[in-house]
């Protein structure tokens, strides 16, 4: 089972970027999916989460510019970033409870992380 991120990059303030994330392998089923980040020099932080049944939670400083969403058939979990700014500048990870064919129990799973940098 792996997570592979997409969709970082360089990016000016205020404007848009969309993170996506895929699941592969043999994947039994998936619970919580979400995005977390991590700044130089600081922890890691929750950025947003979503259950299999779309339920979602976000943090405070991105609550109304950020959306997460997921497509259970395509086991694949999406940030969509607006009005960035340049403390969301971060290595952006994708995140996972999965179930899978060998280990019905479930582990949580990463991704490799993506950049994101805002900046003028």
């Known amino acids: 089972v792996q997570l592979v991120e997409s969709g970082g990059g360089l990016v000016q303030p205020g404007e848009s970027l969309r993170l996506s994330c895929a699941a592969s392998g043999s994947i039994f089923s998936i619970n919580a999916m979400g995005w977390y980040r991590q700044a130089p020099g600081k922890q890691r932080e929750l950025v947003a989460t979503?259950?299999?049944?779309?339920?979602?939670n976000y943090a405070d400083s991105v609550k109304g510019r950020f959306t997460i969403a997921r497509d259970n058939a395509k086991n694949t979990v999406s940030l969509q970033m607006n009005s960035l700014k340049p403390e969301d500048t971060a290595v952006y990870y994708c995140?996972?409870?999965?179930?899978?064919?060998?280990?019905?129990?479930?582990?949580?799973?990463w991704g490799q992380g993506t950049q994101v940098t805002v900046s003028s």
């Open positions: 979503i259950t299999s049944r779309g339920s979602t």
């Open positions: 995140n996972a409870w999965i179930r899978s064919i060998g280990n019905i129990g479930g582990s949580d799973y």
